[in-house]
């Protein structure tokens, strides 16, 4: 049987140039590692993230000793990481901390069990009837946090699911080249363009041309959240209160094939979210500031019929554990799930893998550009081509 017996933690650069943390994990014949990502538009409920230096120094003092010469299975490692830290936030430790630990020993014990990561990860999740493919939600037009001088929406997609993922990723890179073409700009946090544009509808328009195609749907990451104060939303050149704003997606959706709209209100908005939904007529509604990966905000947006889709990010709530449990508690209550990056990423490819592995509805990587998200995009290529 496979032990623990050494454990590694140190600073490295995310996507941004920030700094953020790798965490290696040795057993006695195998290492895994698994390096942090980190987001900029955060939720005021997602796990808390402490400084790189102090999150490294909990590894090495609070949680290595409780875990060294344990067996390499990670839900039981999880399982001493919240008896560590038994805050709601993991203030204590850090959700950094604790996330690096989950999903480097779970890589391990891929590794131990000689499978491919997302095979070993199957078996965690409640199956669905029909393995199905991918959407892939393509962030080409940069706005919000995310892009300085954009618009206040923050992720414009294109939403692509051919029948194949090799064809969707060479389709979404084709379009993303052409949009470019159209564009001479600088590009945001995740890849995608960032046009000086009038209004939030504009870069629609661009994208409805170019996508031409009618299995390419367009999809909003909105991010309400980044752009209200004081009961009000603040666009690039007008102020909308609620009912505005909710005509306002309204009007979108009748006039653009829009597919996906995250985060249309603010964070703490669960009536808002439901009242929108029981009006728009095809487009899904994913909560991603509103639900934080959490079982328990995921309980309150099931009881309020608030969204469609639960967007899944392991780092808003801390171990991998706690990630599957949200996902198979949405999966129960007929919420299909979106596996997403952070605006900060590092060419970590976990998340390709679990978005297989849990037969998710959509993956959200960003754009088809730069390293750390063509990697995730590549890993998706691999795993379908057979060479795990």
Known sequence: MEKIKNIAAYKILDSRGEETIKVKIFSQNFFAEFSLPQGKSKGKYEACYLAPEKAIENIKKIIFPKIKNKEVNFQKIDQILLSLD???????????????????????????EKKPLFLFLERFFKKKKKKKSLFLLMNVINGGLHAKGGVAFQEYHLILKEKSLKES??????????????????????????????????PLFLLQKIKKRKNVSLGLDVAASSFFKNGKYFLKNKTLNFDELLNFYLAIEREFDLLYLEDPFEESGFEKFSLL?????????????????????????????????????????????????????????????????????????FIADLAVACNAWGAKFGAPARGERTAKYNRLIEIENGYF
């Open 277 to 349: 939904r029981k009006k728009l007529k095809k487009t899904l509604i994913c909560g991603d500031d509103l639900t934080v990966t959490n079982k328990e905000r995921l309980k309150e947006a099931i009881k309020k019929s608030a969204i469609d889709l639960l967007l899944v990010k392991p780092n808003q709530i801390g171990t991998l554990s706690e990630t599957i449990e949200a996902i198979n508690f949405a999966r129960e209550n007929n919420i299909d799930v979106v596996v997403s990056h952070r605006s900060g990423e590092t060419e970590d490819t």
């Open 86 to 112: 038994k805050t709601p936030n993991k203030r204590k430790i850090g959700g950094n901390a604790t996330l690096g630990v989950s999903i480097a020993c779970a890589k391990l014990q891929a590794k131990v």
């Open 169 to 202: 990723v060479f389709l979404g890179a084709k379009l993303y080249r052409k949009i470019g073409e159209k564009l001479e700009t600088n590009i945001g946090d995740e890849g995608g363009y960032v046009p000086q544009m009038q209004d939030e509808k504009e």
